[in-house]
Every structure is written in C-alpha cells, then in structure tokens.
C-alpha cells in the first residue's frame, strides 16, 4: 500500500543512520546547553480546521479601535493606499530576494535606488540594500566595526532601546565582542548610540576619545528636520516608511562611510553600462557566504528584505521631499503640542530636546495606562512604576489630543491631590 506520509518514522531513522546520530537531539550537541532554549509546552498538536477555529476565537478578543499613542521602537503612520497596490504587483511581491542580473534588473534597480535614498537621508557615503531588521543591523555593525579596527571590546550608551540590546547581547554572546561600561577603555571597537533615545531624547553626537568608532541608530523620518547624526556606521530603521506595524517587524539598513564598504553585510548593488552602452545593475560587492567562502563572509545573517525595502523607495517617491518633511513637522508638532497641554494639567515631561516621542512622569504607570485604556486609548508604552513613553505621529489630530487630555484630566486630579 501507497504511504502518504511525508516522513515516517522509518525514513526519520534512516536518515538518521545515514549521518551517523542516534536521535535528532545529537544534531544539536554543539551548541553550549546554557544557549539553548528550555522545552516548550506546546501541548496536544492540533488539526488545521481545529487550529483555524481556535486562532479565530482568539482573533476575535482583540479590539482594534484604540486611539494609539504607541511608539518605543514600531510606529503607526499613515500608508497611501497605492503603495500596497504596487507593492502587490506579481512583479515585485515575493517572498525570495532574487538578485542574479541576467534576470533582476528591476529588483536591483529598486535595490540601488533604495541605497541611494538611505545615503541621502542619513547622509553616508554607502549603503547595503536592506538586512533583517533594526536591531539585527545594529549587532551588525558591531561587528563590522570589530572587523575594521580589530579590536572586541564595544561601549552600548545605556539609552539605546530595549530591544535593540537583546538582540545584540544575543549576537556578542556567540562571538568574541565584550560589551564594557567604560567609554575611555582604549580597545573598544565601537561606542553605540541612538536618536532619539528610548526615552525620546535627541542626542546630538558621541565624541570619540581613541581611534574607536561611532555608530549611531537613527530615526529616519526624525531625519527629514534634523541633521544627520555624525558616525563612521549609521543603522536605521525602515518601519516607518510605509511598512505599517506587522507585529513591530520592519526593515534595517547599514550605512557607512566608503572606506568601510567591504565590510558591509548583506548585498550592495552598483549601477554601470553593458557592452552595448546600456544602464545595468548587478551586485558590485558580494560579501555573502552564499557568494564567497565562508570564513570571508561578512554575516551569515543578513537577509535582505527586498520587498520592504521596495515599499520603503516607492513609499518615499510617492511623498517626494515635501510630503517627507510635512509628516515630520506634523509628527514633532502633534507631540510638543500634547506635551504642552499634559503639562498644564500638573504631568511631568522629562525630556530636554524631543522629536515624536517624549517620557510621561504620571506617578503610577499601570494605574494611568488601565484608565485611559477603559476611555479607548493605548496612552504610551510603560518604562517603569512612574513613566511612560508618549508617541505622535502625523495620524493624530486635534480631536485625538484633546481626547487624551480630557481622558487623562481625572487622573491627575487624583494624582496631584494624593
């Protein structure tokens, strides 16, 4: 009789016999027991229809109309309609990343215009076309900076966001980086730092006391009113340009001075002429372990999200230079407008210098985020038992500031009394 299964047990211990290992778990020895993860609860496997049902009624205890003043790393901003409509095309709507020239030329025509608008944004020389996500180019770079000055110490400022640190924690720990506190300690490969900060703050630049270098994680769309920060290593995220939140997942990009280009992870497309004196694209550095010997690679890590980072091109086209800075200015007003008015109410902003975000002294975090939360808004992102971070982004109005006021009025009258 004909076996339906796609793999039975037979086949699990032929193949097993055939690479010499007593049980699946044997592939997994090399790997340190304090990396790896304890097991999983998973309980009882499920059919497809039970499975279906069971994500439905799920699905259906969410409530979606919430007034969102969530930031922290993954922003709601507005997306034109047409961007997914182009987006969607069969052209360009893949989950591969094709990138061979004889047949790609419009992938890594978007690719190269990707990097150019990134060089221009964040004003670097170079640019990769795209890796995984933010906090995956920022362990990157870490290490592309080990790489440059041979050296395996890194300074992380001790503002950068939450989740950019586990990831690269996640990243040094498999290698031979060493993550110190002294920013003066003369063998650190990198100092570290974002802007704004995960409190909201707009640092300005990190100075350099030895021959390490500066890496700085930027703010893209904070970018079209403020300059550029300063550094060898610029990292950014792609999120918010056009990518909606996709349960915080985005886009990153490395961009660097031209002296570093060859220690890029991930691809870089370069634009020429063929033999007959036509515009062709190919991939100019190729410094993945796909294409070179292993031990050369750059990264065995660095995916390129070649549909994000088309929707992040067509997403800037479409608002040109003009639409890019109004939704900045309606950003940073929107949140310096709110700052204001919950000042006025007795709150407590800490921030110095803010662009979309800013930190919210409330007293008693929980009790503030449950209540506004009854009213309809997700009022900010918790940081600690007494503040929270607030976000605005061109999305809110008027109506919805005043909406958070009125909500939050009661609380501090409570609070201030207390």
């Not at 993860?37 to 279906?52: C, D, M, Q, V």
């Amino acid at each position: 009789m004909y076996n339906f299964e796609a793999l039975s047990e037979l086949d699990r211990k032929n193949m097993l016999e055939k690479i010499g290992i007593n049980s699946v778990d044997d592939l997994f020895d090399s790997i340190p027991k304090k990396a790896l993860n304890p097991s999983f609860e998973l309980g009882e496997g499920k059919s497809e229809i039970e499975a279906y049902k069971h994500l439905k009624k799920l699905a259906q205890k969410n409530k979606t109309d919430y007034l969102c003043f969530l930031g922290s790393g993954a922003k709601k901003r507005y997306v034109p309609s047409c961007i997914f409509d182009i987006a969607s095309k069969d052209e360009f709507l893949s989950c591969y990343t094709p990138y061979q020239a004889e047949i790609s030329q419009g992938t890594l025509q978007s690719m190269y215009e990707f990097q150019s608008l990134m060089c221009n944004i964040v004003n670097q020389d170079v640019s990769n076309a795209s890796v995984y996500d933010a906090p995956n180019a920022a362990a990157e770079a870490i290490r592309m900076a080990s790489r440059i000055t041979k050296k395996h110490k890194v300074y992380l400022d001790k503002n950068i966001n939450n989740n950019y640190l586990e990831v690269i924690k996640t990243y040094l720990f498999a290698s031979d980086i060493e993550i110190v506190d002294n920013e003066l300690d003369s063998d650190i490969c990198a100092k570290v730092y974002q802007t704004p900060d995960k409190f909201g703050e707009l640092i300005d630049s990190f100075e350099k006391n030895n021959d390490e270098l500066i890496i700085a994680i930027a703010d893209v769309v904070c970018l079209a009113l403020k300059e550029p920060p300063k550094a060898d290593i610029t990292v950014a995220d792609v999120q918010s340009l056009g990518l909606g939140l996709n349960f915080g997942a985005g886009c990153g990009v490395i961009c660097c001075l031209d002296k570093y280009k060859r220690q890029l992870p991930g691809r870089i497309v370069g634009k020429t002429v063929d033999k007959e004196g036509k515009t062709a694209y190919c991939l100019t550095l190729q410094t993945r372990e796909q294409h070179i010997k292993r031990d050369k690679s750059t990264s065995n890590i660095c995916s390129n999200q070649a549909l994000f980072a088309f929707i992040a091109g067509v997403y800037l086209k479409k608002l040109g230079n003009k639409g890019f800075v109004e939704i900045a200015k309606k950003s940073y007003n929107n949140a310096h407008h709110l700052a204001s008015r919950l000042q006025e109410l007795g709150f407590l902003v800490d921030n110095k210098n803010f662009f979309d975000e800013f930190t919210l002294n409330v007293g008693l975090s929980d009790k503030f985020l449950d209540f506004l939360a009854q009213k309809g808004i997700l009022a900010g992102v918790k940081l600690d038992n007494q503040r929270i971070l607030v976000c605005t982004t061109e999305l809110i109005d008027k109506e919805d500031i005043d909406c958070y006021i009125e909500a939050a009025k009661p609380f501090s009258f409570n609070r201030l009394s207390s």
